[in-house]
């Protein structure tokens, strides 16, 4: 399995922008790349997937906002989010996977994940 270090979290006021990276220890070029989140309380949520065909997907409450990208060379994925909102709060998890598309959303589908980085908007 591949390790996972993400950084980049911080705290923004709403409207703001933070961008997300995710390293990993080996290339996984064969690897699905995704992004979740959990908010205080609540269940872990995904919020977007890098394919390894370059197919990406977003949850809608993030479509438009948030972008993902992946450098293949760096063995990076990038999570680019932009005019964040109050309920965007959350720790930031990135992790890796084979997946299909109908399990892309569950988190037991993926095989290795990072510690979490803290996102906080608040005003």
């Known amino acids: 399995q591949v390790q996972l270090v993400e950084s980049g979290g911080g705290s923004v006021q709403p409207g703001g922008s933070l961008r997300l990276s995710c390293a990993a220890s080996?290339?996984?070029?064969?690897?699905?790349m995704a992004w979740f989140r959990q908010a205080p309380g609540k269940e872990r949520e995904f919020v977007a997937v890098h394919r390894r065909n370059n197919i990406k997907y977003y949850a809608d409450s993030v479509k438009g906002r948030f972008t993902i990208s992946r450098d293949s060379a760096k063995n990076t994925v990038d999570l680019q989010m932009n005019s964040l909102k109050l309920e965007d709060t959350g720790l930031y998890y990135c992790?890796?996977?084979?997946?299909?598309?109908?399990?892309?959303?569950?988190?037991?589908?993926?095989?290795?994940w990072g510690q979490g980085t803290q996102v906080t908007v608040s005003s």
């Open positions: 992790a890796a996977g084979s997946i299909i598309l109908s399990t892309m959303k569950r988190s037991e589908t993926y095989h290795s």
């Open positions: 080996k290339p996984n070029s064969a690897d699905d």
